[in-house]
């Protein structure tokens, strides 16, 4: 870890599997999977010889099944005590858990879980194309609740793609920065509102999640936020980011003194930034797996509460739970609601 004094930089470190992140934040995973044409039942069009089925991380050929078998992705699964925020950037991602909801998302769209008591799910990448590659690139983002949150009802909200607010700026030279606000106001930008119980929807803890797009040679001031909150940027792709001053390698991570205005300037290829901020719950995290509490009788009350009731069971036929080909990007909620995303996706 290098440590800055003399600039807005307070350190920077290499990004490994997952992320390094800093409360209110887990974790941060990127995935990044260019998966081959889709067969028949929406698996990879490919041999799945030599791969370790079942717990495939190993990037083979460029793509994973992760722990899918026949579908990439991630069979029924529980969690409790914390919120998931999966930014799809490319690809599909099938929604289904045990409250009964689902969905199909991606190609820009974001879900945002709350899991609270607790809730099984599955996340499976289905590959509808058969006539050419399937490229997936997401992240899954962990943010913690409070203790007064821990055992909310599980909720999800969809931010559709076309929902959700952008704002681009173009320098001098005609470069343009485009931010994609996920959560946390921007100038005059407003996000959607975020899940009721999450973290996020008091303004005063400042959670801040924006994608940053950066064209070759753009220059961009992030603006200064609040003293004691946490603010980093993970520079993922692109051939060096200067932050403050500071050169900066892509696969690292930039803390930041939040209260500062930092000036971002991109090299010469499109560079791509995340932003993860806010103000620190500060209370003690036991965390085990999938579930993440304050202290380790909680924990062992969440594997008890799980081995009795399952968080409800799984009412779908299948554990890596994928939706029809044809179905187009949708969201059916747990009240029997449903609502669509545009019919672009595919």
Same mark, same amino acid.
């Given at each position: 870890m290098n440590t800055m004094t003399a600039t807005a930089v307070k350190s920077i470190q290499p990004l490994g599997q997952p992320w390094f992140t800093s409360d209110p934040f887990l974790f941060c995973m990127y995935h990044?999977?260019?998966?081959?044409? *889709?067969n028949g039942l929406m698996g990879p069009q490919a041999s799945l010889a030599g791969r370790n089925i079942g717990q495939d991380f190993t990037l083979k050929d460029g793509w994973r099944m992760y722990h899918g078998e026949r579908v990439p992705g991630f069979p029924a699964h529980p969690h409790r005590g914390f919120e998931t925020v999966t930014v =799809? #950037?490319? *690809?599909? =991602?099938?929604?289904a858990d045990s409250m009964g909801a689902a969905g199909r998302y991606g190609n820009g769209d974001t879900q945002w879980l709350t899991t609270g008591k607790g809730v099984q799910h599955s #996340?499976?990448? &289905?590959?509808?194309?058969? %006539? *050419? %590659?399937? &490229?997936? #690139? /997401?992240f899954q983002i962990w /943010?913690?609740? &409070?203790?007064?949150g821990k055992m909310v009802a599980p909720h999800f909200t969809m931010f559709w793609a076309e929902a959700i607010p952008k704002r681009v700026y173009t320098n001098r030279d005609g470069c343009r920065v485009m931010v994609e606000v996920i959560a946390g106001a921007l100038d005059d930008v407003r996000p959607l509102a975020p899940p009721p119980d999450s973290w996020a929807v008091d303004p005063n803890n400042h959670v801040a999640i924006w994608t940053i797009r950066m064209a070759p040679d753009a220059s961009w001031s992030l603006p200064a936020a609040v003293h004691g909150i946490h603010r980093t940027l993970y520079y993922y792709q692109g051939s060096m980011l200067t932050v403050d001053g500071v050169e900066v390698a892509p696969m690292h991570g930039v803390e930041l003194h939040p209260d500062r205005e930092v000036v971002l300037a991109n090299g010469d290829q499109e560079g791509r930034v995340l932003l993860l901020q806010g103000r620190p719950i500060n209370e003690p995290v036991a965390h085990y797996g999938p579930f993440v509490m304050n202290t380790r009788a909680e924990l062992q009350q969440a594997f008890v509460d799980y081995q009795q009731n399952a968080f409800g069971g799984w009412p779908w036929p299948a554990q890596d739970q994928i939706h029809p080909r044809e179905r187009r990007r949708f969201a059916r909620h747990a009240d029997g609601r449903e609502e669509t995303g545009s019919d672009l996706d595919n």
């Open positions: 990044c999977d260019r998966y081959p044409a *889709g =799809v #950037e490319q *690809g599909l =991602v099938d929604h #996340e499976m990448f &289905p590959l509808l194309n058969s %006539d *050419g %590659d399937n &490229p997936l #690139e /997401l /943010l913690n609740l &409070p203790r007064a």
